[in-house]
């Protein structure tokens, strides 16, 4: 596990939930009331792209079919043994740092 920037602050302000693509894989950043989560952008149920859902208090919704994620833990709100993988992350003079796994990483130094 390493912390990468994956975006600026100011491009997720309170509310805000953007996609970030890196390679082949997708991220979802939001802001929860001023705190960053970041989460990873692929529903786990058909791959629909969360990170254009929309993001309802610390709920994303995914665009696609409707399933709801809670973004601090990751898990669907349908089903507790589904969930979307979570990442740690810090926000260091204005860039948001995520903490992804080794495996998304190879491929895209
Ligand atoms: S792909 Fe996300 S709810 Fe179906």
Same mark, same amino acid.
């Given at each position: 596990?390493a912390f990468?920037?994956l975006?600026?602050l100011?491009?997720?302000p309170?509310g805000?939930?953007i996609? +970030?693509?890196r390679?082949?894989?997708?991220?979802?950043l939001c802001?929860?009331?001023g705190? +960053?989560?970041?989460?990873?952008g692929?529903c786990?149920?058909?791959?629909?792209p969360?990170?254009q859902g929309a993001?309802?208090?610390?709920f994303?919704?995914c665009p696609?079919?409707a399933w709801?994620?809670?973004t601090?833990?990751?898990?669907?709100?349908f089903?507790?043994? +589904?969930?979307?993988p979570?990442y740690?992350?810090?926000?260091?003079?204005?860039e +948001?740092l995520?903490?992804?796994?080794?495996?998304?990483r190879?491929?895209?130094a």
């Amino acid at each position: 596990m390493a912390f990468e920037k994956l975006a600026s602050l100011n491009e997720v302000p309170p509310g805000g939930l953007i996609e +970030i693509v890196r390679g082949s894989d997708l991220y979802a950043l939001c802001n929860v009331e001023g705190e +960053i989560r970041a989460l990873s952008g692929t529903c786990p149920h058909q791959g629909g792209p969360l990170g254009q859902g929309a993001l309802d208090g610390g709920f994303i919704t995914c665009p696609w079919h409707a399933w709801e994620f809670d973004t601090a833990t990751g898990v669907c709100l349908f089903n507790d043994e +589904i969930r979307v993988p979570t990442y740690s992350v810090r926000v260091e003079s204005g860039e +948001i740092l995520v903490d992804l796994p080794e495996v998304n990483r190879a491929g895209h130094a």
